[in-house]
């Protein structure tokens, strides 16, 4: 059984404090593909929840509209698509088409 303990998980932080995609165990790749699209820093949601889903773990997050969750639930599916390439990798489930929309965009 895992405990709290288990769930402390602080990203490294640079040398100004900031938390950055690369600190939060992105690969080079992608945090490229994220300054390029202009996501420079990450938002609270990627910080908490990056740790997690690139190591395989199963989250469940909750944050607002804009906060940045299809990019915390895209890299992780994105870079372990880039470790081992498969044609057929991910399931994604969406109550509406809105966010599939915008997963695509962001793919």
């Not at 602080?10 to 600190?23: D, G, I, L, P, R």
């Not at 992608?30 to 929840?49: A, G, H, M, V, Y």
């Given at each position: 059984m895992e405990t709290q303990e288990d769930f402390n998980v602080?990203?490294?932080?640079?040398?100004?404090?900031?938390?950055?995609?690369?600190?939060l165990g992105v690969c080079d790749e992608?945090?490229?593909?994220?300054?390029?699209?202009?996501?420079?820093?990450?938002?609270?949601?990627?910080?908490?929840?990056l740790p997690y889903t690139l190591k395989g773990r199963d989250?469940?997050?909750?944050?607002?509209?804009?906060?940045?969750?299809?990019?915390?639930?895209?890299?992780?599916?994105?870079?372990?698509l880039l470790d081992g390439p498969q044609h057929f990798f991910a399931m994604i489930l969406s109550p509406t088409r809105f966010p599939l929309f915008l997963f695509k965009s962001i793919i």
């Open positions: 602080e990203a490294e932080k640079t040398e100004n404090s900031q938390v950055t995609f690369k600190s992608l945090c490229e593909s994220c300054d390029r699209l202009n996501f420079k820093i990450p938002t609270k949601i990627q910080t908490e929840s989250i469940i997050g909750l944050a607002e509209t804009g906060s940045g969750k299809t990019l915390a639930f895209a890299l992780p599916i994105l870079q372990a």
